[in-house]
């Protein structure tokens, strides 16, 4: 099981939910909410009957163009996300919004990540190090994209105590019996005289 910050599902833990702003929502008819500009209308060809072509009105073009700058916006995101997360994260998932052209554009989406603890503590200080970059990868983080990096800093800090408390090899560790080496050395080499480096 993932270990999964507070508002993350247990089962699919999430660096955070990105959705691209909307200025206005489309109704199901495809204007927009203020009720201006014309859903689509069909062309009509010379003979007068109506053809497979579709015209959009302006309104419902300027719609489509922000849709489409949402999705890559969202699928950039996203694409972030996965890149920074490598083997901790997983496949993206969108949510869609269907335009006044009958296409779908992803308004909205999130990653999967594994930000559960490792069995050792120096593997747990690397994995979350690695959940902090994916969280933090896209220029614009989202604010559950910033709970998870702390979450991830949160472990960290958890792990290197650990690391600490078990006087393993670590980096502290090397120094602290370095220093006492340098220290005994320097009280050998004669009284009043210390090391010279």
Do not use: W
């Amino acid at each position: 099981m993932r270990a999964v910050a507070a508002d993350l599902s247990i089962t699919s833990p999430s660096i955070g939910t990105y959705a691209a702003p909307r200025s206005q929502p489309l109704r199901r008819d495809g204007k927009d909410a203020s009720g201006g500009g014309k859903g689509i209308a069909e062309g009509k060809g010379q003979g007068g009957g109506s053809t497979d072509t579709v015209t959009l009105s302006d309104a419902a073009q300027q719609q489509v163009q922000k849709l489409k700058q949402a999705d890559t916006s969202v699928r950039q995101h996203e694409a972030a996300h996965q890149a920074a997360g490598g083997a901790q994260a997983g496949g993206s998932s969108f949510t869609f919004t269907r335009g006044p052209d009958g296409k779908n554009y992803a308004t909205a989406g999130e990653v999967p990540i594994d930000v559960s603890p490792e069995s050792e503590p120096a593997a747990t200080v690397a994995k979350m190090e690695q959940v902090k970059a994916a969280a933090l990868a896209p220029a614009d983080p989202s604010p559950q994209d910033l709970r998870v990096a702390a979450q991830a800093d949160a472990a960290k800090l958890q792990a290197q105590s650990e690391q600490r408390r078990q006087g393993g090899d670590t980096a502290s560790g090397r120094a602290a019996a370095a220093y006492g080496a340098a220290q005994a050395l320097g009280n050998s080499a004669g009284a009043g005289r210390g090391l010279t480096v």
